[in-house]
Each structure stands twice: as C-alpha cells, then as structure tokens.
C-alpha cells in the first residue's frame, strides 16, 4: 500500500492515545467550530453531522495553508464526535462541575450507552467514509467519594457525558466487558470495546481507512 500522511482532527487524548497504539503516526490539528450550533435529533445523525462539521473546518484551514491536492502525498485527515444516551437523552461534555455530578451520579445502578462517529477524508481526492459504533455500559453504585474526586481532577469536564470508564478512579469498579477489556467493581458489564467508549473504535477507523485509501 502506498505511504500517505495522517492528520487526527481532534485534540482528545484518548483518541491521540488509541491512534498511537494503532501503529500510525500523525500530527494533530483542531477544528475550532462551535459544536452546539449543530443539532440533531438522532445521536447518530448527531455525531456524524459533527465529525463531517470538523472535517470541513479543518480542511479549509490546510488549503489556506497551502496544501496541493494534486503535487501532496496523499493525506487522510480523521475526524470524530462522541455522545452519551442516558435515558433517551443526548449527553454532550458538562458545561459545569454540577451537571457533571448529575451526569455521573445518574450512572450509578443504572445503563449508559456511547454513540461516536468517525470519518475518514482523502484530502487529495475529496473521498469520505466514515461509520458509526455503539457500545453500552451497565453500572453498579458509584460512590460519593469517587465522583467528588472524578471531578475534583476535572477530565471528566471534557468528554461526553462525563463517562470515562477508562479513568483509573472508574475503572477499579468495571466487573465485566464484553469486548477488549476485563476490569472489576463499579461498572457492571459492559458490550462494546473500550476504544469505543474511549472515542475512537479501532476497528472501524482502521476499516475507514482502507476503503478510502482503496477509492483513489
């Protein structure tokens, strides 16, 4: 396969850290958009028309930069967006320390699910695929203590929903997963792969990145 650059339009470290373990090198570049004037009412519709938002965004910033589709090496340029559902409702990042309380103290006993979006762009051929995944997560109690500190450390304050099963304050309390990952305690089962809770499938991006690299 021939060599082309990645650029990862995100500035997660989660999804920097699973990139990383994919093997990819990569720089890292922002979109810079204002998320909330995007709204849907389905979260899949939700996260897609958000990843395609930061695709477009950052495109436009790389060719005022001076990129060339036709004399580049080829770039794929990898976008992505992320909500929680939790009792029907849309969960986004907390605007504040209080909604992030509510979001993770309503976890406790009860089901979450993650629906995030990736899409990959040829910045040389403007070709775009991108897919969906979907993983839920079923949780004992989480206690007081726990959620002060989860919040106290603040990086719940940045992903959506505040859910971060792989926090190591959370992830003592994971009994079971179906998928990538076994831990033990707060969260009770969980189906799906912890790259996907994390915000960005393994599986999925790398399968992206083959048929657009495949549709030249």
Known sequence: MASFKIILGSSSASR???LSEMGYQFTVMGADID???IRCEKAEDLVMALAHAKADAIGNKIKQNGFEEKASETTLLITADQVVLHGGVIREKPKDADEAREFIKGYSKGHASTVGSVLVTN?????KKGGVD???IYFHEIPEDVIDNLIKEGDVMYVAGGLMVEHPLTSPFVQAMVGSLSLS???QSMVGTIDSVMGLPKALTEQLINEVLQDQ
């Not at 910045?123 to 070709?127: I, K, M, P, S, Y």
């Open 123 to 127: 910045l040389n051929t403007g070709v």
């Open 185 to 187: 305690s707060f969260v």
């Open 134 to 136: 979907k993983s839920e």
């Open 35 to 37: 998320e909330k004037q």
């Open 16 to 18: 920097k850290q699973i």
